[in-house]
C-alpha cells in the first residue's frame, strides 16, 4: 500500500442506481497528509463516492483502496482505519460533552484509560471545560462540529472523511475549523473534505471537482485557476458547470 505514499487510490469507481450513473467511472489517488478537497453542486455524486470510499455502499464497478484496505472485500478494515464526520451531526444530543467522547472512544475500542486520557486533552483544546458535563443538543452549532471533527480523530485514524463539515456555521467558525484541518495534516493525517464553499477550497492541497458523476477537474487550486483563467475557485466551477 505504502508505495508512493498514496493512502487513497481509485480507478475507474462507479455507482450505478439502475441506469443512473450517480458515480461515473472516477479515477483519483491521494496522498499521505494531503488535504484533498471533492467540490461539485448538490447532486454532483460527492457524498455517493465519499460513502463507497468509506465502506459503507457497494460499488457498482472499478477499483478503490483505502488506508490499504479494499472497498469491496474489506469494508470492515477500512472504518477502523479512519475517521468520518457525517453531514447531518453527528453526535448524540442527549449524552453530554465528556458522554459523546466515551461512547465514541468504547466504539473506536480505545482502553478506560486512553479514553479518559483522551477526554482531558480534546476538552481542554476546545476549550470546553465549563460545558463539559452539558448536553451536547444545548451546544451552538459552531462548538457541535469542532467537537464532532475532534471525536473523528479520537482513535488516531490514517484518514479522516469530513462531509460537509463547516455547513451553516459563521465565517469565524469555519475558519478555526480549517485550523483545526490544518493541524490533522500536519500530523500526517490524510484529509478527505467534501464542501461546496468554493472559497474553502483554496485552502486544499488539491482539488477534485464533480459534474454530474465525472470527475470534470483535478489539480492544485492555483493551476486549476491558471487552467481556467479565473480569478478564484468559484469562477473555475461556474465554467465547469456550465460546460
Known amino acids: ?74 469494508a470492515e478494515d477500512i472504518k477502523k482505519n479512519i475517521g468520518y464526520m457525517s453531514q447531518k451531526f453527528a453526535l448524540y444530543d442527549d449524552l453530554t460533552v465528556r458522554e459523546n ?29 465549563k460545558v463539559a458535563n452539558t448536553l451536547v443538543g444545548a451546544l451552538p452549532l ?31 467558525t469555519r475558519r478555526q475549523f480549517w485550523e483545526m484541518i490544518y493541524k490533522a495534516a500536519n500530523q500526517g493525517i490524510t484529509v478527505f473534505v467534501t464542501t461546496h464553499y468554493m472559497d474553502e477550497a483554496e485552502y486544499c492541497d488539491r482539488v477534485s471537482i464533480m459534474v454530474n458523476g465525472k470527475i470534470e477537474a483535478l489539480d492544485t487550486p492555483k493551476k486549476l485557476k491558471e487552467q481556467f483563467n479565473a480569478k478564484n475557485m468559484n469562477d473555475v466551477f461556474l465554467k465547469l458547470a456550465r460546460g
Open 1 to 74: 500500500m505504502e508505495k508512493n505514499n498514496k493512502v487513497i487510490q481509485v480507478e475507474g469507481l462507479t455507482k450505478l442506481f439502475g441506469d443512473f450513473a450517480a458515480v461515473n467511472a472516477i479515477t483519483f489517488d491521494v496522498e499521505k497528509g494531503e488535504i484533498f478537497g471533492f467540490l461539485g453542486a448538490n447532486g454532483a455524486g460527492k457524498t455517493t463516492a465519499m460513502k463507497m470510499l468509506i465502506g459503507i455502499s457497494n460499488p457498482t464497478s472499478g477499483k478503490a483502496k483505502v488506508a490499504g484496505f479494499d472497498v469491496f472485500t474489506q
Open 101 to 129: 467522547i466515551t461512547f465514541f472512544g468504547g466504539i473506536y475500542g480505545l482502553s478506560r484509560k486512553r479514553i479518559k486520557e483522551k477526554s482531558t486533552v480534546l476538552i481542554n483544546e476546545l476549550g470546553l471545560e
Open 142 to 172: 459552531g462548538w457541535k462540529q469542532k467537537l464532532s471533527f475532534s471525536v473523528s480523530l479520537l482513535h488516531d485514524p490514517k484518514i479522516v472523511f469530513l462531509d460537509e463539515p463547516t455547513g451553516g456555521v459563521d465565517p469565524i
